[in-house]
């Protein structure tokens, strides 16, 4: 079955630069999708389409796609982004989605 | 705004089948992909599957044999069924909308519920 691979951890200090990868045979043919998700509460979506950002996202956040691995860039880090961090996307014929296992966001 | 809510029994005993039903208010379930996702406690999001407001699903290959999504439009709900449970179905259960044109992304979801099974 088709596998999407985070890091467990990232960890950074407040006003830093935290990037999260994630990496997948079928992302040059397939959009990523970025969710986070704090504790306890649902998923929200932070970018869509590799490198979309939804309304009401900070700038902060931003995506970029290159290969089989897109990336998640939060710049100038806070610590309301501590939480954990996913990617989803498709399998190569677009039929099934598939998740990565997900990061944990630490702000140091 | 769209808002989603899941309902369903919290307890289902291992062999049952699990029951779930999501219901969509500030907006029409007609046009649009509608998903399900689960997650064990303590761990990542799993897709379930998704399903067309006319009727057309996917589901994940791991959990085929078991799961079938269906739709009432004339009640604005989509439902969950999951055969043949056991302990490690145990999971906080979300239903998600997607577009009219993609299952995803997935824009608005519930607040997720939590299905635990045992006897």
């Known amino acids: 079955s088709y596998e999407l691979t985070q890091p467990p951890s990232v960890s950074v200090s407040p006003g830093q630069t935290a990037r999260i990868t994630c990496s997948g045979d079928a992302l040059p043919k397939q959009y990523a999708y970025w969710y986070q998700q704090k504790p306890g509460q649902a998923p929200v979506l932070v970018i869509y389409?590799?490198?979309e950002r939804p309304s009401g996202i900070p700038e902060r956040f931003s995506g970029s796609s290159s290969g089989t691995t897109v990336t998640l860039t939060i710049s100038g880090v806070q610590a309301e982004d501590e939480a954990d961090y996913y990617c989803?996307?498709?399998?190569?014929?677009?039929?099934?989605?598939?998740f990565g296992g997900g990061t944990k966001l630490t702000v140091l | 705004q769209v808002q989603l809510q899941e309902s369903g029994p919290g307890l289902v005993k291992p062999s049952e089948t699990l029951s779930l039903t999501c219901t969509v208010s500030g907006g029409s379930i007609s046009s649009y992909y509608w998903s399900w996702i689960r997650q064990p406690p303590g761990k990542g999001l799993e897709w379930i599957g998704y399903i067309y407001y006319s009727g057309s699903t996917n589901y994940n290959p791991s959990l085929k044999s078991r799961v079938t999504i269906s739709v009432d439009t004339s009640k604005n709900q989509f439902s969950l069924k999951l055969s043949s449970v056991t302990a490690a179905d145990t999971a906080v259960y979300y239903c998600?909308?997607?577009?009219?044109?993609?299952?995803?992304?997935?824009?608005?979801w519930g607040q997720g519920t939590l299905v635990t099974v045992s006897s």
């Open positions: 389409k590799d490198s």
């Open positions: 989803q996307s498709a399998d190569s014929s677009g039929t099934y989605g598939v």
């Open positions: 998600a909308r997607g577009t009219k044109t993609s299952p995803y992304p997935l824009s608005y």
